[in-house]
């Protein structure tokens, strides 16, 4: 159980493109997922928080223009790249929360995204 | 501010050799602390969570311990395909916070 799918696994991109990234909840809703980025050894930076229904809530410095994320349903989530440059070149992963009894919640992580720009 | 902490960076043991990662943290209202094992080129894999101190949870060879200012993940006769890098995070206030992670290769 709790299993999140990412799709595409790996994109690569001529500059000025832009990209979608799906992030699915495969055997649970989720009313809220969240969009990271990592970069080579280095650990997991929150970009936004993805809600249900609702406008994402972007993390400071992340530009929500340039980001954009839709959560169009309780097992979807989207985030488009637009107008790609090489400096967006990353591991994007997504998650998905799975609320437990008494706010115990658990994040449960996509297999990421690796994006290269060009 | 919440603030993560992991020691070491890398760690490599022969296999067999049981040691144990630290993750120190700082923050406001602890909600959970979550360790998760990432490998290269993949997603984090859930773990553990810990919520108070004093719990421990175990899985394998794995055991997570929780304090009031750090957490330890035992590892106890890793094997090779223990190696991975674990990244602790706290869930305070605000949303998951990562540490930076620890590196750990078993060597057969």
């Known amino acids: 159980g709790a299993v999140v799918s990412q799709h595409p696994s790996r994109v690569i991109c001529k500059s000025g493109t832009s990209v979608k990234i799906e992030c699915r909840s495969l055997?649970?809703?989720?009313?809220?997922m969240f969009w990271y980025r990592q970069f080579p050894k280095k650990s997991l930076m929150l970009m936004a928080t993805?809600?249900?229904?609702?406008?994402?809530?972007?993390e400071q410095g992340v530009e929500k223009d340039k980001f954009l994320i839709n959560h169009a349903s309780l097992t979807l989530s989207t985030l488009t790249v637009t107008s790609a440059h090489p400096e967006d070149s990353s591991f994007y992963i997504c998650?998905?929360?799975?609320?437990?009894?008494?706010?115990?919640?658990?994040?449960?992580f996509g297999p990421g995204t690796r994006l290269t720009v060009l | 501010e919440d603030q993560v902490t992991q020691s070491p960076e890398a760690l490599r043991l022969q296999e067999g050799e049981s040691s144990s990662l630290n993750c120190s943290y700082t923050?406001?209202?602890?909600?959970?602390l979550f360790w998760y094992r990432q490998d290269p080129g993949k997603g984090p894999e859930f773990l553990f969570t810990?919520?108070?101190a004093g719990e421990e949870k175990e899985k394998e060879r794995l055991k997570a311990t929780l304090t009031k200012k750090e957490s330890f993940l035992h590892i106890t006769a890793p094997k090779p395909e223990d190696s991975a890098t674990y990244l602790c995070?706290?869930?305070?206030?605000?949303?998951?916070?990562f540490g930076t992670g620890t590196r750990l290769t078993v060597i057969p």
């Open positions: 998650s998905a929360r799975l609320a437990g009894g008494g706010g115990t919640d658990t994040q449960y």
């Open positions: 055997d649970f809703q989720a009313t809220t």
């Open positions: 993805s809600n249900e229904g609702s406008k994402a809530t972007y």
């Open positions: 923050v406001s209202g602890l909600r959970g």
């Open positions: 810990l919520y108070s």
């Open positions: 995070a706290v869930h305070g206030a605000n949303n998951l916070f």
